[in-house]
């Protein structure tokens, strides 16, 4: 007991100090995508500290220690459903309740604000350890059980004592709120602030729940009116980030008094971190991965800004908690009253190398933040009198009395106006007089209330599944596996059903909204078994990935694609109990192979590592550019957007980027992934303002216009590629390259040199007598070049300011020329670059990667003509299509292959003369009737240039004449030759040498 007390103590001051956030981060066994790809794992993990490698890209072994660090790879059997562990490091769904849910647990018992995020990128494992499935329940289900077996049995034990526990869901989309558990009723909320409570949604709805069936039946209904309101704007693909909110109310008598004890318990399902690509990844801030979203952006300046304050100091640090709704809503969890834990989910495969790393980073830099908790708990009645005295105060200020800024506004908030204040002090009222009304209403009422509308959910599903099994009917699929499955669109017998927009009269059957969606879009009726569909004109209608039109019959396992964004797949279960009879299986398509289908990709099972990544990239983009290609028309932007593949810089395989077209300028600009994306969040929230009537989005300046680009940004005008593989055999290169752009059309033509060089800097010739007939002989020598950019010939005269560049090997800067106007532009351009020594990645660089240079200028616009006046949906017309995004190809294999057959050649040529040499050396050892040549003299051919192959057989001659008059003829010794077979064998091994290079 003694020891207890100590402890408690010891646990008061600490939280008084502030209490580290905990982070927990856990690998995940491989997907299917990975073994596919024949990924290697690139992380360990000892104890609390996880290892991740660089396996394609050589850097150093990084390692991050956090509280916890879960090992579940392997190392685990399945019992029943269950992963049960089959050695000690594996870490269960039970190890991790047990670390980190029976704290939260405790915690929010004893009256403690609990927060649980979960981060990662997509497909992760963030919902496998919250949610979990099956047998293997994930923090939330277990808490929740635990939650209302507690509660059973302290009622039991004190049937006087109420123990409340209510839910609610948002969601955070485009910097917008939305209550999950409004139903149709979807609009966006207002984050409101006082004093004394913080940050608050006004008007979210709160609704009882009396056991953790209840939570799922209410998590589910969130989750169903997430997905229906996703498809208007494929929020999923902009990463909204989903908070529920459970609230533990207890109401207990103590010492004679009603006490009420209260804790929020927020779980916090982050957005997925993009892919940032290997530029993105080399840094150590949090931005990685994050600038494409301005709430995972403000999060990382609040987590940095946080860490930054509890690293202490005199500077005030101030916290830009109003950045964003994420962090004004997240801010007692970070910042605030509330015992805080991160679960950040890892992928171990080293196709995913990037990602993990920004996410470790991510979970590193938020374990430096500290929280001060404090016990909620007040007696009731003196809860209820404070709330009626601040209603009466709120009700004063608003009638005209004195009005104390200091209830709506925090110290370190700038001024605000009167008009705000005014609303402020409304919503506060209103929330006030919610919460008051919420403690007089008996709690058993708000409980029957909401367990009769759950009833009806169930009811209603209950009926919607009888239906799956014999109607035929269409269900979503949708990047978020969780959001699969949400939306049932059935087709009943000798019914016509209309799909279309809701403004169409006569109404439609089926409603959809989104991108592409005409107001009457397709006619699709049940007939004898059977689902005809017939598309109307100039409707945007795929079915397995083909664009169709006129009349057809949709098969059971069809992929639907309606518009830009509503995918389903089409489900006819007579169709199907008549294939599962006959012995035939379905393939079960996903999201990711339905727009793989669509942009007409392969399944990429026996692509390598490179293609499999690009494909990914193309499936993930294709979508997107329908969308904003759509939006442009909509909004009549005059832009056009393509997927576009280029060479990536300092390897031998291709990236997916996206050119961006001005009819306005006839100007064309290449886009990042990142860049584009980053763009894509704003144009939705520009083309929301389109849809919603708000003409603001018309006056927005140029400069953040996201379909517009600085006319004189710098542009990529084509590449050249060269091998750079002669290197390696000290060989010089002189090329004339073809300049390609993005659409593979010649831009010009790039005079691009280079040359060995010793240590002075003058160029190794052949009379150098230096060989290298294996690369990886120069390994821990030094190595030099000279790489020279004289001219180009032939550049467009609609470029200026033209100027090439390229990154060589490890450098992080680009290496540039001067900039020249002109069409035949003389760079006059000469760079020595060195590696000293020469390492086995050095090697391999040469071997396996090519130099990438870019010519890169300036545009001069061409207006279009005056009087044109046609749409942009006019000016796409041609080739405006999803399954026809223009796929442009730049490939630099050509130039590389032609690079590699003259360094090739040149290796050949040595290697005959080494072989004519050879015979040479046999033939006059023939003529002088020797038995035997030297080693010595062998490999001085073997090791020497064409001249010096000459001194040896003219010195071999001089030594069989001496020998002659000294009548001491070669004797056969252990280092010897014999003239016969041997040499035979020696030159036969030479000439199969050069023919394999040839």
């Known amino acids: 007991q003694h020891y207890k007390s100590i402890t408690f103590i010891e646990e008061e001051v600490i939280m008084a100090e502030g209490e580290a956030v905990k982070v927990a981060v856990r690998v995940r066994p491989f997907n299917g995508r990975e073994i596919n790809m024949n990924a290697k794992v690139c992380m360990r993990m000892e104890g609390a500290t996880t290892y991740i490698s660089d396996l394609d890209g050589g850097d150093e072994e990084k390692f991050f220690t956090f509280d916890y660090s879960y090992w579940s790879y392997d190392g685990f059997e399945d019992i029943d459903g269950y992963l049960t562990p089959s050695n000690d490091q594996y870490a269960d769904q039970k190890k991790v309740f047990d670390d980190v849910g029976v704290g939260i647990r405790d915690n929010s018992w004893n009256g403690f604000n609990c927060s649980l995020f979960a981060y990662g990128q997509t497909g992760s494992g963030k919902s496998y350890s919250i949610i979990g499935y099956g047998p293997n329940k994930g923090v939330v289900p277990l808490y929740c059980e635990d939650l209302f077996i507690k509660m059973a049995e302290l009622q039991k034990v004190n049937p006087d004592n109420e123990y409340q526990v209510a839910f609610s869901m948002l969601e955070i989309y485009n910097e917008s709120v939305f209550d999950l558990l409004a139903g149709k009723q979807r609009k966006a909320l207002k984050i409101r602030q006082s004093k004394q409570r913080g940050f608050f949604v006004q008007g979210l709805k709160k609704t009882p729940v009396g056991s953790y069936i209840e939570i799922e039946e209410r998590m589910a209904e969130g989750t169903a009116n997430r997905t229906v309101a996703s498809t208007k704007m494929n929020a999923t693909s902009s990463r909204a980030h989903t908070v529920v909110e459970l609230t533990l109310i207890q109401k207990i008598k103590q010492d004679g008094a009603n006490m009420t004890k209260t804790s929020v318990v927020n779980l916090v399902d982050l957005a997925g971190s993009e892919r940032a690509g290997s530029t993105g990844a080399t840094g150590a801030t949090l931005k990685q991965g994050a600038a494409i979203n301005k709430s995972l952006s403000a ?66 830099r938020a374990k430096q933040i500290k929280t001060k908790a404090t016990v909620n708990e007040s007696p009731t009645d003196k809860l209820i009198r404070e709330l009626k005295e601040e209603n009466d105060k709120l009700k004063q200020m608003l009638e005209g009395g004195v009005i104390d800024k200091s209830m709506v506004k925090d110290d370190d908030e700038e001024d605000i106006s009167d008009e705000e204040v005014q609303a402020r002090l409304q919503a506060l009222m209103d929330e006030s007089n919610a919460e008051k009304a919420s403690m007089e209403q008996e709690w058993k009422d708000k409980l029957e209330e909401a367990q009769k509308a759950i009833e009806a959910l169930k009811e209603e599903q209950s009926r919607k599944q009888e239906m799956m099994k014999t109607i035929p009917h269409i269900t979503n699929l949708n990047g978020d596996e969780q959001l699969c499955g949400m939306i049932v669109y059935f087709f009943e017998d000798g019914k016509e059903n209309k799909v279309g927009t809701k403004d169409s009269d006569p109404p439609n059957d089926i409603v959809l909204s989104g991108l592409e969606i005409e107001s009457s879009h397709c006619l699709i009726t049940h007939s004898a078994a059977k689902l005809l569909m017939v598309v109307a004109d100039e409707a945007r209608v795929y079915v397995n990935g083909e664009y169709v039109s006129g009349k057809l019959e949709l098969m059971h396992g069809d992929r639907l694609l309606l518009g830009t964004n509503n995918l389903f797949t089409v489900v006819n279960p007579g169709e199907r109990e008549a294939a599962e009879k006959a012995g035939i299986e379905y393939f079960k398509f996903t999201y990711h192979d339905a727009m793989s289908e669509i942009q007409n990709l392969g399944s990429g099972d026996d692509a390598q590592k490179g293609e499999e990544l690009l494909q990914e990239d193309i499936a993930v983009l294709g979508p997107m550019i329908g969308e904003v290609n759509a939006m442009s028309c909509a909004m009549n932007k005059k832009v056009k957007f393509d997927i576009v593949i280029m060479p990536e810089e300092g390897k031998r395989r291709k990236k997916a980027m996206v050119s961006m077209f001005s009819y306005l300028t006839s100007c064309s600009y290449l886009l990042s992934r990142e860049d584009f994306i980053s763009r894509k969040y704003k144009m939705e929230e520009m083309y929301q303002q389109f849809v919603e009537g708000d003409e603001s989005w018309e006056s927005v300046p140029a400069s953040e216009d996201p379909f517009v680009e600085d006319e004189n940004k710098e542009t990529t005008i084509g590449t050249v590629s060269i091998s750079l593989k002669s290197l390696g055999y000290l060989f010089e290169q002189e090329q004339m390259l073809t300049i390609t752009n993005y659409q593979g059309a010649a831009k010009g033509e790039l005079r691009v040199e280079y040359y060995p060089v010793k240590e002075d800097g003058s160029i190794i010739t052949e009379e150098d007598d230096i060989f290298v007939d294996d690369p990886d002989t120069l390994v821990g020598q030094p190595l030099r070049f000279s790489l020279k950019i004289p001219y180009a010939r032939g550049i467009p005269k609609r470029f200026e300011n033209v100027f090439c560049r390229y990154r060589f090997f490890l450098d992080t800067d680009t290496t540039s020329t001067g900039q020249v106007t002109g069409q035949n532009p003389e760079f006059g351009f000469s760079q020595t670059h060195s590696c000293t020594p020469v390492t086995d990645q050095f090697i391999d660089y040469l071997e396996k990667t090519s130099l990438v240079i870019e010519v890169v200028g300036t545009q001069i616009p061409t207006p279009m003509k005056a009087g044109d006046e046609r749409t942009t949906k006019q000016l796409m017309a041609s080739n405006f299509s999803l399954n026809q995004t223009q ?84 004797k056969t010794t252990a280092k010897a030759v014999k003239t016969n077979e041997d040499v035979k064998e020696v030159a036969d091994q030479t000439k199969s040498k050069a023919c394999t290079i040839l």
């Open 299 to 364: 999060l990382g300046n609040v987590i940095a800004a946080l860490a930054k304050e509890s690293e202490g100091g005199r500077t005030k640090v101030v916290i830009p908690f109003r950045d964003s709704s994420l962090t004004m809503i997240l801010k007692n969890a970070l910042g605030g009253n509330s015992k805080t834990v991160m679960i950040a989910a890892l992928s171990p495969a080293s196709v995913n190398y990037e990602e993990t790393l920004s996410t470790l980073r991510f979970a590193d």
């Open 887 to 970: 796929l442009a190809l730049m490939d630099p294999e050509k130039q590389i292959i032609m690079g590699e057959l003259q360094s090739t050649q040149r290796r050949a040529k040595k290697q005959q003369n080494k072989l004519v040499k050879v015979q040479e050396l046999l033939d006059a050892a023939k003529d002088n009737e020797s038995e035997t040549i030297s080693v010595a003299d062998l490999q001085k051919i073997l090791e020497s240039n064409a001249d010096s192959m000459g001194i040896c057989v003219a010195v071999f001659k001089m030594k069989v004449s001496k020998a002659r008059e000294e009548g001491n003829l070669f």
